[in-house]
């Protein structure tokens, strides 16, 4: 086969996270569901941990075809959905109005954190279009933003203070940013070491860094196994659960203030589309992945979240 993942890559023998040498096979001959790209890749998982990976470690550059320009989502123009939840998580957050935090507090568990600070220094990894950094430049604050794969900058995200380069080239100063966000980020860096030592490096001491990841110890990952929308598979490398990502973290010297765990409708509509693409070979489900089945999918959500079994998870740490 075409792109055997053993032909492209590093096998892992010991457990990334823990370096443990018990490891087992999870799911084997996991395909692209997302958007169909050639390759197969099985998934590992710690015994000590429960850390779960890729067996085969991929770089940059043998990733760049999975995340195909002119339809990988994070390029589009902004889904007026997510623009509108973002836009209502910033404004919850910036505690402007008290009524209108008196309405959606019971929707809060699921709204987007944003730390609203004027003048504050923010930098987002792996921004894609911007759609966040510009919400916080709304609320006066400093942008920066890396974002590695993706067409030319346009100039309004040049504006943002978007570069299209990896971390390992970024130059940025020791103790810069007050927030840094990496919001479904870090399960797709192969280099994670490098990623989280720059983190540490260039927030200023007090910082919050602010990490949201799939959960790998979640209802729905449990009910779709390998179709579960957080595997993501081969644009997600590693996947986390609560304990092991707060494990790794403390490694790098961060301080764990928080941990949300919370439930997305994109979580729910997307494991059914993966499922729906596995067992027909296609991509095509448009009342699936419509936004219509995304509001019905709300009050599951919601639910989810505050039985604390949601699919994602947001780790605010400091230094
Ligand atoms: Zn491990």
């Excluded at 998934?43 to 760049?64: G, V």
């Excluded at 339809?71 to 009524?99: E, G, I, V």
């Excluded at 983190?199 to 196994?225: A, Q, Y």
Aim: charged share 25%; aromatic share 16%.
């Amino acid at each position: 086969m075409e792109n055997k993942a053993e032909a492209i890559g590093i096998k892992w023998k010991n457990c990334p996270l823990c370096k443990n040498k018990k490891t087992s096979l999870k799911y084997k001959n996991m395909g692209d569901k997302g958007y169909f790209i050639n390759g197969k890749f099985d998934l590992i998982e710690c015994q000590n941990c429960k850390f779960e990976f890729l067996s085969y470690l991929l770089n940059e550059k043998q990733l760049a075809k999975y995340y195909p320009s002119e339809d990988y989502y994070s390029f589009y123009n902004y889904n007026p959905l997510a623009l509108k939840y973002h836009k209502l998580s910033a404004y919850y957050h910036s505690k402007k109005t008290f009524l209108f935090n008196f309405v959606f507090f019971p929707l809060s568990p699921i709204l987007y954190k944003y730390y609203i600070k004027q003048d504050a220094n923010v930098l987002e990894i792996g921004c894609g279009n911007g759609m966040k950094l510009e919400i916080y430049r709304k609320y006066g604050m400093k942008t920066a933003g890396i974002e590695p794969y993706g067409p030319g900058l346009a100039e309004k995200e040049k504006v943002l203070g978007i570069e299209r380069i990896s971390v390992k080239d970024a130059k940025y100063k020791e103790n810069s940013f007050d927030f840094i966000v990496l919001k479904e980020v870090l399960e797709h860096v192969p280099n994670q070491k490098l990623l989280l030592e720059r983190c540490f490096k260039w927030m200023k001491p007090g910082g919050r860094f602010i990490i949201t990841v799939p959960n790998t110890d979640s209802f729905l990952c449990r009910l779709f196994k390998q179709d579960w929308f957080g595997y993501d598979v081969p644009r997600h490398l590693y996947n986390y659960n609560p304990e092991n990502l707060s494990f790794f973290l403390k490694k790098f010297g961060f301080k764990i203030i928080r941990i949300k765990l919370y439930e997305m409708p994109y979580m729910l509509d997307g494991s059914l589309k993966f499922h729906i693409a596995r067992k027909t070979g296609k991509k095509e489900h448009e009342f699936i992945f419509s936004n219509f089945a995304k509001i019905a999918a709300t009050p599951i959500a919601l639910m989810l979240t505050y039985l604390k079994r949601g699919s994602l998870m947001e780790i605010e740490c400091t230094k």
